[in-house]
């Protein structure tokens, strides 16, 4: 059983690699993959679901921040100047 968990963590770990030498365009999802894929399997050896639902709660923070950045760049640009 061992042997087959250290199988699969070095398949995961290549594809990680394989996948960080992508352009990211999800941004969040690499960042929000690791800490999950790290918190599944301390959490129960779910790396896997970790990484996925990481991911997806990355994706979403890193949307909210670009919206929210938006917001605020249209903010100042309708502001009219006083004087």
């Known amino acids: 059983m061992k042997t087959i968990q250290a199988q699969l ?3 995961a770990a290549c594809a990680g690699l394989a ?3 992508l352009p990211a365009q999800a941004k969040g999802c ?3 993959a ?3 894929g790290v ?3 301390v959490a129960g050896h779910h790396g896997v679901l970790g990484a996925a639902a ?3 709660i990355g994706r979403h923070k ?3 921040a670009a919206r929210q950045q938006e917001q605020q ?3 100042a640009a309708t502001r009219k100047p006083q004087g």
């Open 9 to 11: 963590a070095v398949i």
């Open 19 to 21: 996948l960080a030498t």
């Open 30 to 32: 690499a960042k929000g």
């Open 34 to 36: 690791a800490v999950g």
């Open 39 to 41: 918190a599944g399997h």
């Open 54 to 56: 990481g991911c997806a």
């Open 62 to 64: 890193a949307n909210k």
């Open 73 to 75: 760049n249209t903010a």
